[in-house]
T-cell receptor, first 108, second 113 residues
């Protein structure tokens, strides 16, 4: 069975501070990992996927197969980063398993 | 721009009522999904469909059924609503080719009294 764990329900940081949202996964094969984001009163949307190895809105995430982690990082938090973040996994195809989510609050 | 539209944003129903949640997508996507979103539990997959008239159970199908008679429409049915089905329901769609990108609707908040 595949599982995604996000240990923090709420992460509060000050503007300009580094951000790290933790994600650990359990999957026996080669997973594909994603981060989704939901801003206040907006739809849930894809933020980034590990296979693209891209930086989106200053966020990056590296897949660490040894630690089975896919943490989301940003060096300097901005107020507009406040949102709910979900880590998600698939073993192939489009059926995604989501984590429980982390609410990021960036304080001024 | 992909558009996934859920017909009802807010519904209030009574225990035992039959509830229909409708979802329509306009991008000719093969795959459609129903999730429920609960605080502290995240998103949990109820049912999904890879093709017209095709459906597969997700992780929490009990108490739900679905219908996909047309490619663009995917309906979630609660045969006899119960209070523990009070939740935010999210519909999503994706293309047939593997991308891992789901396009979500705005959600339907269902309250069962």
């Amino acid at each position: 069975a595949q599982r995604v764990t996000q240990p923090e329900k709420l992460l509060s940081v000050f503007k300009g501070a580094p951000v790290e949202l933790k994600c650990n996964y359990s999957y026996s094969g080669s997973p594909e990992l994603f981060w989704y984001v939901q801003y206040s009163r907006q739809r849930l949307q894809l933020l980034l996927r590990h296979i693209s190895r891209e930086s989106i809105k200053g966020f990056t995430a590296d897949l660490n197969k040894g630690e089975t982690s896919f943490h989301l990082k940003k060096p300097f938090a901005q107020e507009e980063d406040s949102a709910m973040y979900y880590c998600a996994l698939t073993g192939g195809g489009n059926k995604l398993t989501f984590g429980t989510g982390t609410q990021l609050k960036v304080e001024l | 721009d992909v558009k996934v539209t859920q017909s009802s944003r807010y519904l209030v129903k009574r225990t035992g009522e039959k509830v229909f949640l409708e979802c329509v997508q306009d991008m000719d996507h093969e795959n459609m999904f129903w999730y429920r979103q609960d605080p502290g539990l995240g998103l949990r997959l109820i049912y999904f469909s890879y093709d017209v008239k095709m459906k597969e159970k997700g992780d929490i199908p009990e108490g739900y059924s679905v219908s996909r008679e047309k490619k663009e429409r995917f309906s979630l049915i609660l045969e006899s609503a119960s209070t523990n089905q009070t939740s935010m329901y999210l519909c999503a769609s994706s293309s047939g080719g593997y991308t891992g990108e789901l396009f979500f609707g705005e959600g339907s908040r269902l309250t069962v009294l």
